[in-house]
């Protein structure tokens, strides 16, 4: 068979081709059941297997403690905006929620939160245009908040937290929420300093529809009475996510990601940490492209660069057409930046192998001799 295309898209995204190679297999019958998994009943034993299977990988890849649910919902990471204030903001009487918005993502999460509390931006990189994070210790978070949320990767604006604010250390006793849709599983997470994590599944996990939530068990039980039963965290959790029909077959492909992530190895390390250094190895090489051009630019903080998104702009922009023709052309797709940005963006999630990125590389520099 042909070389599949390397797919740079920001998402939905790539997958694992084993992964894709493996649900073609047992599409029609899955371990001799007879079904597809789409096919089956969500409370039957095969089903049953698939999502318990698919949550234990889980919890043991990103080390998640057992004082944290994991949640398989619907709703992508938009409907999260609104379901996690729903289910927080009435921690305290006066529904304060601090946001530290770093991008076009967690802009988006303030403005809906606004509907059901007072939810304020703390800080913002807006006056730098997004390419730096303004130090934790500067934050102005206020007391007696609900929460504090940030988007620890900026999917458009590509800016990484590369460590999460301490926030019991900054003096606030407020649980922090992330929203990881765009690199959970390329790098551990610290759970000492979360209290509740959520991402769509369709950057770094399978399929568009399953939308993933960690949240520690003590943040349980506060919804507002107007939050949907679907949607409040504690009957979520009480039902195992089958408080209604969940998303099964994302859930399929997601367990079978786990499952392919638990296998990789990059010398002694394993599972996340192997890509880690994998997602490591990937990005250096592209920023140092970037860098070491007349071409191309990224005007992103060095200190809070993203490894999975890294937006880039041709200092020509005429040549924008060009670049994108071409790229197909060479078998590299979807490298289109976001019309907010303009320029070029480049996704590199645990998919993309390394030598998705030295095709790249060796196609930005070919491309830049030609139009010197
Ligand atoms: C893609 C993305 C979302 C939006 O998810 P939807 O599933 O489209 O609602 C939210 N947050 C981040 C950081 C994203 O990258």
């Known amino acids: 068979m042909r070389q599949r295309p390397y797919n740079f898209s920001a ?12 649900a073609a297999a047992e599409m029609l019958d899955w371990h001799g ?33 057992p004082t944290f649910k994991i949640l398989f919902m619907q709703g992508g990471g938009l409907a999260e905006n609104a379901i996690v204030p729903m289910n927080l903001a009435a921690r305290k009487p ?19 939160a606004r509907k059901y509390g007072d939810a304020t931006v703390a800080a913002s990189g807006a006056d730098t245009g997004f390419t730096t994070i303004p130090a934790p210790a500067t934050w102005p978070l206020r ?77 349980l039980g506060h919804a507002l009475p107007v939050c949907p039963s679907a949607f409040d965290y504690r009957t979520v959790a009480e039902h195992a996510s089958m408080y209604n029909t969940p998303p099964t077959y994302g859930i399929y ?25 994998r997602n490591l190895a990937k990005a250096r090489l592209l920023y140092d492209c970037i860098d070491g051009s007349q071409l191309y630019v990224n005007r992103v903080d060095p200190a809070c660069r993203s490894r999975m998104n890294i937006p880039f702009q041709l200092r020509e922009e005429r040549l924008n057409d060009a670049f994108l023709a071409q790229a197909r052309a060479h078998g590299l797709l979807q490298l289109k930046g976001h ?14 192998p390394l030598e998705g990125v030295q095709a790249l590389v060796e196609f930005m520099r070919d491309f830049e001799r030609h139009h010197a």
Not at 39 to 63: N, P, T
Not at 105 to 110: D, G, M, P, R
Not at 253 to 277: D, N
């Open 339 to 352: 019309k907010s940005v303009g320029g070029m963006r480049a996704s590199l999630y645990n998919a993309m």
């Open 143 to 219: 007391d007696g908040l609900s929460y504090v949320h940030l988007c620890s990767n900026e999917t458009i604006h590509g800016v990484e937290f590369h460590e999460l604010p301490d926030l019991q250390a900054l003096g606030c006793d407020a649980p922090l929420v992330i929203d990881f849709s765009s690199h959970v599983l390329s790098r551990p997470v610290d759970w000492s300093r979360v209290g509740l994590a959520f991402g769509g599944a369709q950057k770094n996990i399978g399929p568009a529809g399953v939308t993933l939530v960690v949240v520690r068990e003590d943040l």
């Open 253 to 277: 492909m997601a367990g079978l990601t786990f499952q392919w992530l638990k296998a990789q190895r990059e010398g002694a390390l394993s599972g996340v940490a192997a890509m880690e250094a």
């Open 11 to 22: 998402g939905p995204a790539a997958m694992p081709e084993a992964v894709l190679q493996q």
């Open 33 to 65: 059941s007879g079904m597809s998994v789409m096919e089956m009943s969500h409370r039957g034993k095969e089903f049953v297997s698939i999502c318990e299977q698919a949550e234990a990988d889980l919890r043991e890849l990103l080390a998640v403690p």
């Open 94 to 112: 006066a529904r304060l929620m601090d946001f530290i918005v770093t991008g076009a993502w967690s802009q988006k999460s303030a403005q809906e």
